[in-house]
């Protein structure tokens, strides 16, 4: 195992685009995802940043159904059940656009529909605490964005 994940990073540096993961033979594949801001946490909540969690949460759901056997993610150990690791990202990034999406929509303020979530189901994973209001607070920035443009 060992040596596919060395094969797989010397793969990363030479071939890999921000677009693309790769497939091994076999029945085994192998990824980790810097892909233009798309990262897996393994039992925690994400980092969100200024990432674009419209296209974090696309890739997601497309990688959690693509057939993946391995998984490595960016952070995290390698995972032998890597639609399990991809569900709770993509689990709370879907819970953070959902939630702040609909407060957009109705032009509820930050501070008004962060208190009225019910965030029981992401409260006792390590980073919440540290992470969940300024996740939350920039996917609702950026969900403002997207309406914004829409109109």
Same mark, same amino acid.
């Given at each position: 195992?060992?040596?596919?994940?060395?094969?797989?990073?010397?793969?990363?540096?030479?071939?890999?685009?921000?677009?693309?993961?790769?497939?091994?033979?076999?029945?085994?594949?192998?990824?980790?995802?810097?892909?233009?801001?798309?990262?897996?946490?393994?039992?925690?909540?994400?980092?969100?940043?200024?990432?674009? %969690?419209?296209?974090?949460?696309?890739?997601?759901?497309?990688?959690?159904?693509?057939?993946?056997?391995?998984?490595?993610?960016?952070?995290?150990?390698?995972?032998?059940?890597?639609?399990?690791?991809?569900?709770?990202?993509?689990? /709370?990034?879907?819970?953070?656009?959902?939630?702040?999406?609909?407060?957009?929509?109705?032009?509820?303020?930050?501070?008004?529909?962060? %208190?009225?979530?019910?965030?029981?189901?992401?409260?006792?994973?390590?980073?919440?605490?540290?992470?969940?209001?300024?996740?939350?607070?920039?996917? /609702?920035? %950026?969900?403002?964005?997207?309406?914004?443009?829409?109109?």
């Amino acid at each position: 195992m060992l040596f596919l994940a060395l094969l797989y990073r010397v793969w990363l540096l030479v071939y890999a685009t921000e677009s693309s993961y790769p497939h091994f033979p076999y029945n085994l594949t192998l990824s980790t995802f810097h892909l233009r801001n798309i990262i897996i946490f393994e039992g925690r909540i994400p980092y969100v940043g200024s990432a674009d %969690s419209k296209h974090w949460l696309e890739t997601l759901t497309k990688l959690e159904t693509d057939g993946l056997n391995v998984l490595i993610p960016g952070h995290g150990p390698a995972s032998t059940h890597p639609q399990n690791t991809i569900k709770l990202t993509r689990k /709370y990034l879907a819970y953070l656009r959902d939630k702040m999406g609909a407060a957009v929509e109705e032009f509820t303020p930050f501070d008004e529909v962060y %208190s009225a979530t019910n965030w029981s189901e992401f409260a006792t994973l390590p980073a919440f605490k540290e992470g969940n209001r300024k996740n939350a607070y920039q996917v /609702y920035l %950026s969900m403002e964005a997207e309406f914004l443009q829409e109109e």
